[in-house]
């Protein structure tokens, strides 16, 4: 079963590369372009036929490893 | 002093490490990360680098191999544990240390000589250290220190802030900050302050020729307290 998860930053948490790309964008005439906010996503093959069972090991994955709870989220999609 | 380099697949410090070491009489060896334990030592050290190619996050992957278990044990025994640059980015990612080197501010890697102020000297690394302020080399893409604003004030309250960032006087300021770290954190301590993650890197300043010699004072510091 594949589980999808999305990282991001935490709000509040500078995101310098978003910034930059915020701004090539504003450059390139995408004017109405006002934060950028740059994320992560996975797509995780669990060898587990019971969806419930597969996200929660992929939720332990994401405490453990994938984010990093200091200054991102995750969210399980 | 008996120490021990851990090298993981992407580190590149871990010679420089050992060189500087070996200099000051340290009685070191290098230590593969898939080993399952470490040899007696005094003093582990986390090498500077690209740990699994900077993979992830910086250090992330490195913080859950195979020698790390020692490392911590080790760490919560009381044992001398010093993460420099990559070596510190690794240390945040065990939980070790607090917070999290995220990319530098103005997204450049820096690479250039900085002046490092002593905020703290009651511990074995700056006991009794002759100078305040310490110019080192800095050499990074992710050394911007970050921490929640709990963890801030639990660091300045127990005296973890090792080194910050300042002008040749000693002067804090932004000006003095290259990443954008907060508080121009350049080095922390754990609270029992055995464990110390900094991103400058005194072995490339243990000549005088080549660099400087405030790198020497670091390591002949260390030495001095552990007598």
């Known amino acids: ?77 | 002093m008996r120490s021990s380099v851990i090298i993981f697949p992407g580190s590149n410090c871990d010679r420089d490490m050992d060189v500087a070491l070996k200099k000051f009489g340290f009685k070191n060896q290098m230590v593969w990360h898939n080993d399952q334990s470490i040899p007696k030592s005094d003093l582990i050290v986390l090498p500077g680098g690209f740990s699994y190619g900077d993979y992830l996050r910086c250090g992330s992957i490195a913080s859950k191999s195979k020698i790390i278990k020692s490392v911590i044990d080790f760490a919560n025994s009381g044992g001398l544990v010093l993460g420099i640059c990559n070596g510190f980015q690794i240390l945040t990612e065990t939980g070790l240390l607090n917070g999290i080197l995220q990319q530098n501010k103005f997204l450049n890697f820096i690479c250039s000589n900085v002046y490092v102020k002593v905020k703290d000297k009651q511990n074995k690394y700056f006991k009794d250290l002759k100078k305040d302020v310490l110019e080192l080399h800095i050499a990074h893409n992710e050394g911007n220190y970050f921490c929640s604003d709990d963890e801030l004030k639990s660091l300045e309250d127990n005296n973890q802030i090792a080194v910050t960032y300042c002008g040749v006087d000693g002067t804090e300021n932004e000006k003095a900050n290259p990443n954008g770290a907060i508080k121009n954190i350049a080095g922390i301590f754990n609270k029992n302050k055995n464990v110390l993650g900094m991103m400058p890197h005194p072995e490339r300043m243990i000549d005088k020729y080549l660099s400087g010699e405030d790198g020497s004072l670091f390591f002949k510091n260390i030495l001095d307290n552990f007598k």
């Open chain 1, 1 to 77: 079963m594949k589980i999808k998860v999305i990282v991001t930053l935490k709000n509040g948490v500078l995101d310098p590369q978003g910034k930059a790309i915020q701004q090539t964008l504003n450059g390139m005439n995408f004017g109405n372009v006002e934060d950028v906010r740059q994320g992560k996503y996975f797509e995780i093959e669990v060898n587990e036929k019971d969806e419930k069972k597969a996200k929660s090991l992929v939720d332990d994955m994401c405490k453990k490893l994938l984010a990093n709870l200091v200054i991102e989220d995750y969210k399980i999609v």
